[in-house]
């Protein structure tokens, strides 16, 4: 399974954009990258996913790059209520998580 | 759907009792996913089902914790005897198992367990 490096904290002022790197350098072919977030004592939240081609919904925009090696998690316009640790995952069947990166809105 | 609904919220036991964590996934999911979380380990995967049956449990720490899945809309994750190095909380997950959605996980809102 491909593992995946996340910085541990970040910070970002409010109403910014918020962009979230993650390395997957040794992605396969059939693994999706999946982003999700854990905002505190909650369970994670299912943010977006992508295989190879920019993905956007309500919620945020996911950009992988060419070779797949690395991702970024975009939220366009950062509120207080984006707090949370956020997970990069990258695996065919089961779901492990890493440390993820902190963010910290600044308001 | 009401989503994953996990019970009790909370759990106050001492050391030595037995413990019993349930776990309702959404109708229809296919996989269902327990995970302990702590400030030193974080997220751990402890076990998963497909269909009801256990996929891989090497995340179970030892004897002491089993988990079963008697239908699809029910699990139970027991620890017997409880010690207090088990305090966590502890998440159940669903996911519905199509192949692209495969790790779109819906979480419950966990139990907090700590053991005196």
């Known amino acids: 399974d491909a593992k995946t490096t996340q910085p541990p904290s970040m910070d970002c002022a409010e109403g910014r954009a918020a962009n979230l790197p993650c390395n997957h350098s040794?992605?396969?072919?059939?693994?999706?990258v999946y982003w999700y977030r854990q905002i505190h004592s909650q369970g994670p939240q299912y943010i977006i996913h992508g295989l190879k081609n920019n993905e956007t919904n309500e919620m945020a925009s996911l950009i992988i790059t060419e070779d797949r090696k690395s991702s970024t998690l975009i939220l366009p316009h950062a509120t207080l209520r984006d707090t949370a640790v956020y997970y990069c995952?990258?695996?065919?069947?089961?779901?492990?998580f890493g440390k993820g990166t902190r963010l910290h809105i600044l308001p | 759907d009401a989503g994953v609904i996990q019970s009790p919220r909370h759990e106050v036991t001492e050391m030595g009792q037995e413990v019993t964590l349930r776990c309702k996934p959404i109708s229809g999911h296919d996989y269902l996913f327990w995970y302990r979380q702590t400030m030193m380990r974080g997220l751990e995967l402890l076990i998963y089902?497909?269909?009801?049956?256990?996929?891989?449990d090497s995340g179970m720490p030892e004897d002491r914790f089993s988990a079963k899945m008697p239908n699809a809309s029910f699990s139970t994750l027991k620890i017997q005897p409880s010690e207090p190095r088990d305090s966590a909380v502890y998440f159940c997950?669903?996911?519905?198992?199509?192949?692209?959605?495969?790790?779109?996980?819906?979480f419950g809102s966990g139990t907090q367990l700590s053991v005196l």
């Open positions: 997950a669903s996911s519905p198992g199509y192949r692209e959605s495969n790790e779109k996980l819906f």
């Open positions: 089902f497909n269909n009801n049956v256990p996929i891989d």
């Open positions: 040794t992605i396969s072919g059939n693994e999706y």
């Open positions: 995952i990258v695996r065919v069947a089961g779901i492990i």
